[in-house]
């Protein structure tokens, strides 16, 4: 796969025009330099989401989503990052770096998606001509409509029913073998891989093609066949159904992962139009990630057989890095010999519905199954399965609810022991000691305007002036934030407004920086005003800097003696001290 190079990702962006792209799928309504719209990713009457044509990006005042346009198609199409790269590209007329250092030619697999697609509409019509097939869908209990939204098809028996309609030469051969519609016999000839098979069509969350599921009618093995792993199908990167359930997984940030195509067809015609399924594999961590791209909450129903119960615990255990603040991961057992299809056919996706009120947290049932592996009343066992249980915790990315189940383990196993990384404790340590309090002194309003107009205006020289090293020794957050964010434009020269917010895009400073900047009740003045206004804010921050620096120096002082700070140090704290004598127009 190609890389993409950050000065692609900025020549990208800068032929992309952020408010076409969300006007097209949200109604924009333009205020002041802005333009606003009710949130497409929260539900909300007045709107309070705002897209910046200037600095061409986008952020929502109500549930703090944000981004630029590749971070918006992400959000809203459910895109992967090079998904939504290669769609900005097409769109922008821009050529996608054919290859890096190190890396392989891109291949152009447009033929293959093309004879997919023509393939797929043959089998739908082959589908019409065959009374069988049609009755297996039918007993189903799938209606026309949702046969349609599905594109569901027929593959008849015929070994060449494909070449025979779509041709024999060279050109088309290698498309049907690189589609892996068909397979190749030792003498170079081919027959088509799916043969008197009711066919799934399998698209990804663009929407594009990427393999075909069948199911045996005749009786043959295997019962279920896909395509094979090839230029665009893998396996372990395909969610069924996630192009279909797009509207089902925003309106209800919800995504029910099941194990079926059936099931997810079922559930969709009875309402659940949230549901995908793995595609021929165990659930993987890429597609865990898709499945938390696409909503907050997922939900894994699993059968209640053995089966069922050895994919929940293969499932839980690629979970903990991906749960992070704001997402829910839960495990819910049917009853033993149903199944989302059987069941939502017997009873009515209200049912299934119902049941979803049962399904527990994972980290639960990981805990519950991993103490009926171990006889915790003796005491080797119990250690063991402390062992195992806290390091599946420590992965939990959602410290607070890493902290809440390490407490529950110490309730469990009747034994105490901190729970607080090492870094966190020196951390709170130290912001309550007395020099903390001291660098505490430099006031939150003067940086958070100093870092709004740096965001706002970063090529201006004053803030090469700024004593930079003194940073550190302001404790308030938006002090680091400052610093991390001329960290980056140490090493970027020259860059805009808009690039920077680039660069920052999915960091930890994003979500407030894009607040910082769209926020319409702290405009700058423009021309000399605006440079006035900069110099002297970084004037009054350095002051601010120098102090919180001494009043350091004097605390470590005052607690352990001069004889604690080093000869630099005492020297710096004379020259600092001279320093905050002065008046701020001396040298």
Not at 34 to 62: L, R
Not at 267 to 286: F, M, N, R
Not at 401 to 410: D, T
Request: hydrophobic share 40%; glycine share 8%.
């Amino acid at each position: 796969m190609v890389k993409f190079s950050p000065a692609f990702i900025d020549a990208l962006l800068e032929r992309t025009d952020l408010v076409r792209l969300v006007e097209g799928r949200v109604p924009l309504k333009k205020k002041g330099k802005d333009f606003w719209a009710c949130c497409p990713f929260h539900q909300e009457k007045s709107p309070s989401f705002s897209v910046s044509p200037e600095k061409q990006i986008y952020y929502c005042f109500g549930c703090h989503a944000h981004g630029n346009a590749i971070g918006f198609l992400m959000a809203h199409d459910r895109l992967s990052f090079p998904e939504a790269v290669t769609l900005l590209a097409e769109d922008a007329g821009v050529a996608l770096p054919t290859a890096l250092a190190g890396q392989s030619p891109q291949e152009d697999f447009r033929p293959f998606r093309q004879i997919l697609e023509k393939a797929v509409k043959l089998y739908r019509s082959a589908l019409s001509e065959n009374p069988v097939a049609q009755q297996y869908w039918q007993s189903r209990g799938l209606n026309s409509d949702t046969i349609d939204r599905f594109e569901l098809g027929y593959a008849p028996p015929a070994a060449s029913f494909l070449s025979q309609r779509l041709g024999r030469d060279d050109h088309t051969r290698k498309a049907l073998i690189g589609a892996g519609l068909v397979s190749s016999r030792e003498d170079h000839s081919v027959y088509d891989r799916f043969r008197d098979r009711v066919i799934f069509p399998i698209r990804d969350g663009r929407g594009q093609l990427v393999g075909l599921g069948g199911r045996s009618l005749d009786g043959h093995e295997p019962k279920y066949l896909n395509s094979p792993e090839g230029p665009l199908y893998h396996k372990g990167q395909v969610l069924y159904g996630l192009y279909q359930a797009r509207e089902g997984l925003r309106r209800t940030g919800r995504a029910l992962l099941v194990e079926g195509y059936l099931d997810v067809i079922t559930l969709h015609q009875a309402g659940l139009d949230y549901a995908v399924a793995v595609s021929g594999t165990a659930l993987g961590e890429s597609q865990l990630q898709m499945l938390f791209r696409a909503a907050p909450e997922v939900l894994l129903c699993f059968d209640g057989d053995g089966a069922g119960r050895k994919a929940a615990w293969r499932a839980v255990q690629i979970a903990p890095e991906l749960l992070r603040e704001g997402r829910l991961l839960r495990v819910l057992f049917l009853p033993d010999g149903q199944d989302p299809d059987s069941l939502v056919r017997a009873q009515g996706g209200a049912v299934l519905e119902a049941q979803f009120a049962t399904a527990r947290p994972a980290i639960d049932y990981y805990l519950d199954e991993l103490q009926r592996r171990y006889n915790i009343a003796a005491e080797d066992e119990k250690a063991q399965f402390l062992r195992e249980a806290r390091t599946f915790l420590q992965r939990v990315n959602d410290t607070t609810l890493r902290e809440v189940y390490l407490h529950k383990l110490q309730d469990l196993c009747g034994l105490a022991f901190s729970v607080t990384p090492k870094k966190r404790r020196r951390e709170s340590m130290l912001s309550s000691s007395p020099g903390a309090r001291a660098r505490s002194q430099a006031g939150p309003s003067l940086f958070k305007n100093a870092l709004r107009l740096l965001l706002n205006h970063p090529e201006d020289p004053a803030w090469q002036n700024l004593e930079k090293a003194l940073l550190p020794f302001a404790a308030d957050p938006i002090a680091k934030k400052m610093d991390a964010t001329l960290d980056i434009l140490a090493n970027m020269t020259h860059l805009s407004s808009h690039e920077l917010l680039a660069r920052l895009a999915g960091s930890d400073l994003a979500e407030f920086c894009y607040a910082l900047v769209m926020d319409t009740d702290a405009e700058s003045q423009e021309g000399t005003g605006m440079r006035n206004e900069i110099s002297g804010c970084v004037q009054r921050i350095n002051q601010r800097l120098v102090k919180a620096r001494i009043d350091h120096m004097a605390c470590t002082a005052d607690r352990s003696g001069l004889g604690a700070l080093t000869e630099q140090e005492r020297a710096e704290m004379v020259q600092l001290t001279r320093r905050g004598q002065r008046k701020p127009s001396e040298p």
